[in-house]
Nanobody, 128 residues
Framework: QVQVAESGGGLVQAGGSLRLSCTAS????????MGWYRQVAGKEGEGVVC????????YYTDFVKGRFTISRDNAKNTLYLQMNSVRPEDTAMYYC?????????????????????WGQGTQVTVSS
């Protein structure tokens, strides 16, 4: 049974940093494409970043480029999102998403339907 679980959310001041983690189990982690998405209550969710299995195909959405960095440790079955220079508008529930496959090109940000497995989310709140 595939499971993914996020952690690391919390309250941070604007301009600060936070690192989210996503631990996966029940899968061959280095054969899966992973992503981070976020959603503000009452609003449509939005993609943040997606990474392929070998970490050389990455796509960031424009509003996080230069501030957020995705990484993955395939030996630990863990995905990370380093969030720097956070802004109040980054406040959201952040979700880790997973889908099997090694063919992700890194040239687009997949829609949520692309992923079949999701974590329960971790809340990030940025104070001004």
């Amino acid at each position: 049974q595939v499971q993914v679980a996020e952690s690391g959310g919390g309250l941070v001041q604007a301009g600060g940093s936070l690192r989210l983690s996503c631990t996966a189990s029940g899968l061959t982690f280095d054969a899966w494409t992973m992503g981070w998405y976020r959603q503000v209550a009452g609003k449509e969710g939005e993609g943040v970043v997606c990474v392929n299995w070998s970490r050389d195909k990455i796509y960031y959405t424009d509003f996080v480029k230069g501030r957020f960095t995705i990484s993955r440790d395939n030996a630990k079955n863990t995905l990370y999102l380093q969030m720097n220079s956070v802004r109040p508008e980054d406040t959201a529930m952040y979700y880790c998403a997973a889908t099997p496959g090694t063919q992700y090109s890194g040239t687009w940000l997949p829609p949520p339907e692309y992923f079949g497995w999701w974590g329960q989310g971790t809340q990030v709140t940025v104070s001004s």
